[in-house]
């Protein structure tokens, strides 16, 4: 039986990829603030669920994930789902410092502990949440866009780490555009996709071991321009 660990399942997408793979024959630990939802989602499949509520933000999360793994002897997939993002207008140091704490340093901590696992297990597949935020800088709310692409180059860097240390460790950056969470804020959304139908094609992508994938594909387009956009139009947006 294979075991995954999904981080951040309360809800959104992380909840919809838990229930998932427990529907799917895999033992899954679930992680989140909200204690009684995820104790919803155990009660769907008991058998098959393993739950530990804790707040990433705490940097605690080594010793957190550790007693979910040491309960579940052990995992082969971490799907890193957890994020934060507030609309900034005021630009207030303390919105950017949470949306940091969570998208970069809780993170990094998670990351870190997983690669080094796998690496002491010999293989593992790391599955991390990033965004099409991250390939440009963005005004309305700066350090998201800034710790996705935060996340996008550390999970390249892994991905070379794995590569020099010649393990199967896979390492699968997937890059949603809109999806209808509650994370998904601001007025100006397009090509919105259901949570239902992004888990659907993230849980693909998990199973190919995909590299990166864009969230709904056609994302891939909207990509391609926004890299290309020179910075001095990107600028005027
Ligand atoms: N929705 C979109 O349009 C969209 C687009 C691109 C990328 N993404 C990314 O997709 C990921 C999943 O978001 P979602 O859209 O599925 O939204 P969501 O429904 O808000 O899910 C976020 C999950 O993260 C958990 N979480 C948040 N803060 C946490 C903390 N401090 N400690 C522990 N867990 C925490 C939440 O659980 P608790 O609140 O119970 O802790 C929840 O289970 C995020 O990284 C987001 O940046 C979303």
Redo the contacts with the bound molecule.
Sequence with gaps: MKKVLVV????????ELALKFAENRFLVGI????KS?LKEIQSLHPNVICLRSF???KMNNSFEMGQLKDEMKGFDLLVL?????EINKSLDFELEKDTNT?NVQAFTEISVWAFNYFVQQGGGHLIV?T???GLRGGRVAPAYNASKAYQIHYLEGLRQRAGRLKLPIHITDIR????D????KGGRRFWVVS?EKATRQIYKHILRKTEIAYISKRWRLIAWLFKLLPATFYKKF
């Design positions: 951040g399942a309360s809800s959104g997408m992380g909840r992680t989140g603030r909200r939802l707040d990433c933000r789902c957890a994020g934060h993002g969570l949440i965004s099409i935020a949603p555009g809109f999806v969470t509650a994370m998904a949570k």
